[in-house]
């Protein structure tokens, strides 16, 4: 829809990014469960054809613009908008003043114009980043996906871990993550991408307290897959939560539970690409 409005408009289709997350600027010191990276949404941008990605600079300066101040300098002269397209519960300048109405009265006297799109909804529920990240944390990585219209991906590094998976005949791919990201601890049936390909999977989130109870961290086994990915850039799709963290009475009971996990992983991606 928006694409077409550029194009009968003559304009560029381009989406404005604000970058750090306001929250992380405000908020530097507390954790903060950041959904989405720069390069993942940039990516998924770009599938929706846009001409350009705008990354503004989310700084004290841009922070200290009153809403008016804001339009001015960052839609009328930077980028000369001839329509703005902002969910309804966007906001915008010093103290977040600026509301979807006010920037429409903006537009209306400064050329421009303004789409506010109205919230979307399930069963009498908003989607919204707060209720993805809910969903997340309670491991209901198929609710997210609904939400999202996508599966939520974790994207990552591989790091060297302590090797254990391979002793036991499964060697992971390990991420470490951001502190702020609240995920449920347990099993998931996952998909990796990496160098354009795409693998099936089981992933482990949790602190391995049959082992060592450390610090969190996402190991992922890819079925039917064999290779080095230590220091290669991986994104880690998480498609049905399957059990929860649990210790058990040593590594032989691990091993076999862990079999069984990789199953279940493959049976659930097996009904995915069947339904």
Known sequence: REAGLARALGAPFAAMVFEPHPRQFFQPDKPFFRLTTLETKLELLGGLGLDLAVVVDFDAALAGLTAEAFVDRQLVEWLAVQHVVVGYDFNFGKGRSGTPEILRALGAAKGFGVTIVEPAEAEGI?????????LLAAGDVAGA????????????????????????????????????????????AARVHVDGHRHDAAAYL?????????????????????????????GVELIRHLRDDRAFAGLEALKAQIAEDVAAARQALSDLRGS
């Open 126 to 134: 908003k989607h919204s980043s707060s209720r993805v990240r809910e």
């Open 206 to 234: 949790g602190t391995r307290p049959t082992l060592d109870n450390g610090q969190p961290l996402l190991e992922v086994f890819l079925l039917d897959f064999s290779g080095d990915l230590y220091g290669r850039s991986i």
């Open 145 to 188: 996906a609904q939400v999202l219209g996508r599966f939520w991906q974790i994207r990552g590094e591989v790091i060297s871990g302590h090797k254990i998976g391979t002793g036991l005949g499964f060697p992971t791919a390990n991420i470490r993550l951001d502190p702020g990201i609240l995920l449920k601890h347990g099993i998931y």
